[in-house]
């Protein structure tokens, strides 16, 4: 999909369904559960970094011109010295990441499950897979999924001086913005190795950071039946999981999800995204 369509279709959408045609099914199944979650998720994590449910009209979008929108500076956040790993236990809630990509061999698949299951995840982007698989990050926007900034090229960050790390997540939040429509409000330290400059950059630009309860393990291709049991052993409410659709072969991840994601909706779990702030 073109970007231009892809901004047209958001303008239609807010502009309500109802201007819609047959084209526009998936935007209307969006909008409405776009309400939903924004009604519901006043909080999604328990504690200070909890804020006000958006109103349903300020889901994610906002006027786009052709030229994309102005670089407003973002607001700055309290520097935190730990990672968020968990969100509000409230409403039986869970949370799926899935971090490294977007990829081409695997990302769809995913994109493909979770649709099934009309349920929405965070992707933890790298800048320069984001450049080439522009249409698969215009594809989680569509779907109502949520973007966090995973750096550029994945480096750790614990070696890196503060400028280098800076141009790691300004580019990034810049190639997220070009392609997502809005600049990113979460980031994941590459290998979960974070250090003080990583977190006060991020406050500085308005991302919060987000780690994760259970590691599904799935980066050392353990086989699908370990990852699911993994999963679905760690499963509680407030948990948020760890995957990866991208850095290495991730089928088994692709399969697991097949299996997991109907048992954890079986349990009565409501898998859901953050929604910080407009
Ligand atoms: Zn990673």
Redesign the pocket.
Known sequence: MQKDQLFTRRRLLLAGGAALGAAGTAGIVLAGSAAETAGGAAAPAAGPQARPALKSSAFRLQPLTGYGPPRTAPRKLKVRTEPITEISRSGRRMMLTF??GPNPNYTPHILDTLAKYDVRAMF?L?GECIVVNRELVARMAEAGHVVGN?TWT?PLLTTLNRRAIRDEMTSTSDAIEDTYGERPQWF?A??GAWNRAAFQLGAEMGMEPMAWTVDSTD?TEPGTRTIVDTIENGAAPGVVILS?DA?GDRSQSVKALREYLPYLLDNGYRLTVPRRRT
């Open positions: 971090d490294d933890f790298c995973h994945h994941r590459p290998y980066w990866h850095g």
